[in-house]
C-alpha cells in the first residue's frame, strides 16, 4: 500500500462501492414498489375471470388456481362503487397494511429495510392502483416471505453487479491512472533522486516530452532547474578555484605591492619634477589594487561566519565609522549621527559595523558631501536609515544593485561593498534595501529583526 498506484486502485473501488451503496436502498424500495405493481396487475386479472360469470361466483378449484397465480390469500377489487372479492374460506389476520397509493419515499426506503431484515413470516394487505387501469383500486392479502425472499435475491444481484462494476471501473480508472499520471511521477522520481546522487553528471540530466498537461509542464521545469542547477554547481566550482588561487597568491602579491609602495614612496623625493607629478597616481593606483585583493577575499575566499551577537548601543557604532572615516581619516565626508543614545540593538558588532562602513565609503566615493545617519521601530525591529546629499546612483548601477563586480557605480570600482553589506544583513535575517535615489541624494536602509 506504499505505491501510488495500489493506493489509487484501493481508493477507486471504495469510492465506487460507496456510490453503489448510496443507490442500493433506493433500488430496493423502488424493486418492492415493483413486486406489489406486479401482484396488483397479476391480482387485477385474476378478478377479471370472476367478473365474466354470470352470477360473480366461480368454483371452488379455480379460485384456489386464481389465488395461488397471484400467490395471494385474499383479492378486492373495486372500481367505482362495484367491488369484487376473490377470498379463501379462512382469509389469515392482517398484521400490517401497505398503502402505496399514500406512501412517500421515505416510507417506502424505511419499509423495504424492514422488510429485507425481517424474517418472520408475516400476512400483508397491499393496497394500490391497478397498473392496467388506474382507476381501480385493488387490494391484495399476502404472506411477507415472498417479498422477502424475492428482495434478498434483488439485492444479492445487485450487490455482485456492484462488486462486478466496481472491479472494471477501477482496474480501467487504475491502468489509465498508471499510463497518465503514475509512470510519469515514477520516471520523475526516479531521475530526481539519481540527480541528487550526482548533479553534476550530464547524463542523468532529464529529458521531458512535449505533454501539455501539469505533468509535462513539470517536466519541463524540471528538466530547466536541472540545468540551471547543474551550471550554478559549475560556477560555483571555478569560483571555489579562483578563490584558492586567489588566496594562495594573496601573500605573494601584497608583498610585491608593498615593495612597490615603498619605492614609490621613495620617488616622491626624486629632483625629477615630472616623476614626483606621477607618483601620486602611482601610488593610488596600488593602494587601489592593495583594497581589490582584501575585498575580493573578503567576498570569494570567506564562508558564512556564525553570528556573535551582543546588545549595544547603535550611536556608539555610528560613532566610531565616523570617527574612522571623518575628513582627518582620508573621506571628505561628514556624518551627522541622529540616532538616540538610548537605542539599543543586538547584532554581531564587527558585521554591522562593516555595513555601516561600506556604505559610508560608496557614498564618500560617490561624492556626497554629507550623510544623516537615523533609526526607528517598525514593529518587528530596528530600520537603520544612511542618507546622503550625493548626485544618485547612475543607472547602470541600479540595473546590477547588491551584484557583485556589476554594481558598481564608479569606474574602477567591483560592486563588492554593497554585496558584501546585503550578505551580512542577510545573515542577520533582515536585510538591506534602497530607498530612493536621485539628483537630491541617495538612501539606503537597513532592516535588523529583534530576534
Known sequence: MRSLSARLLVLTIFFVMLAEVLIFWPSVARYRVSWFDEKLGAAHLAVLALDATPDGMVSEVLRNQLLSHVDAAAISVRRGAARLVLSSDMPPSVAETVN?????????????????????????????????????????????????????????????????????????????????????????????????????????????????????????????????????????????????????????????????????????????????????RIISSIERAVSLCAETLSYVGKERQNLQTESFALQTLISEVKADLTPDGGLGLCIENKIEPTVEVTADREQLYRVVNNIVRNAAEAGAGKLVVSAHLNGKGFEIDLRDDGPGLPPRALENLFKPFDGSARAGGTGLGLAIASELMRNHGGGLELVETGADGTCFRAFLPNE
Open 100 to 280: 402505496l397509493m399514500e406512501a412517500g419515499w421515505p416510507t417506502l426506503l424505511s419499509d423495504a429495510f424492514s422488510n429485507l431484515l425481517r424474517t418472520e413470516d408475516r400476512v400483508l394487505r397491499v393496497i394500490g392502483r391497478s397498473p392496467k387501469h388506474r382507476e381501480v383500486i385493488i387490494e391484495v392479502v399476502l404472506h411477507e416471505n415472498a417479498l422477502h425472499d424475492s428482495l434478498v435475491d434483488f439485492a444479492w444481484r445487485i450487490f455482485l453487479l456492484s462488486l462486478l462494476i466496481s472491479l472494471i471501473t477501477a482496474a480501467l480508472v487504475y491502468f489509465s491512472l498508471q499510463w497518465l499520471m503514475v509512470r510519469p511521477m515514477r520516471r520523475l522520481t526516479e531521475n530526481i533522486v539519481a540527480f541528487r546522487e550526482n548533479p553534476e553528471d550530464a547524463s542523468r540530466a532529464f529529458q521531458p516530452n512535449e505533454r501539455p498537461d501539469e505533468i509535462g509542464v513539470a517536466e519541463r521545469e524540471l528538466a530547466s532547474m536541472q540545468s540551471d542547477v547543474r551550471n550554478a554547481l559549475k560556477q560555483k566550482s571555478h569560483l571555489a578555484a579562483l578563490g584558492t588561487a586567489v588566496a594562495k597568491v594573496n601573500h605573494d602579491l601584497r608583498g610585491i605591492l608593498s615593495s612597490a609602495l615603498l619605492v614609490s614612496d621613495r620617488l616622491e623625493t626624486s629632483q625629477d619634477p615630472e616623476v614626483r607629478r606621477i607618483t601620486p
